[in-house]
């Protein structure tokens, strides 16, 4: 076998290797997790949002990182949040580093929306808009 071929085959299997490793979020894919909420201001997206605004910070397994947070692909993302007592559509400001994989940590505005804040945590879905 050439070199040139050896050098293709190589070369496909790492692509093929790389594209399994880094799959993308699929847009409809849904998320399981915890919602809580959270005073809201300067936030890693480089945005700064109030109480009020209908916001939300993002887990940071689910958020990643990049050079410039405030480039980071998922800042300004719209998420539809279900929870107990309905739902909302939130924008992605900030990150939210203990959470955990499927959780997002909400304004009281949205959290008001989808829970009772007594509870103060609650189990959510979500997926992006």
Do not use: H
Not at 3 to 32: H, M
Not at 95 to 117: N, R, V, W, Y
């Amino acid at each position: 076998m050439s070199s040139f071929k050896i050098l293709c085959i190589t070369l496909l299997l790492t692509l093929s290797l790389f594209g399994a490793l880094a799959a993308p979020i699929k847009r409809g894919e849904t998320f399981k997790g915890d919602g809580t909420f959270y005073t809201v201001g300067l936030g890693s997206c480089g945005t700064d949002d109030s109480d009020s605004d209908m916001v939300a910070a993002l887990n940071a397994p689910q958020m990643g990182s990049s050079a410039n947070p405030n480039n980071n692909k998922n800042c300004g993302r719209k998420a539809v949040v279900k929870g107990p007592k309905g739902s909302v559509t939130v924008k992605i400001v900030d990150t939210c580093p203990p959470c955990k994989k499927g959780d997002l940590d909400l304004s009281p505005a949205a959290f008001g929306k989808i829970a009772e804040f007594n509870d103060g945590r609650v189990a959510i879905s979500w997926k992006w808009a």
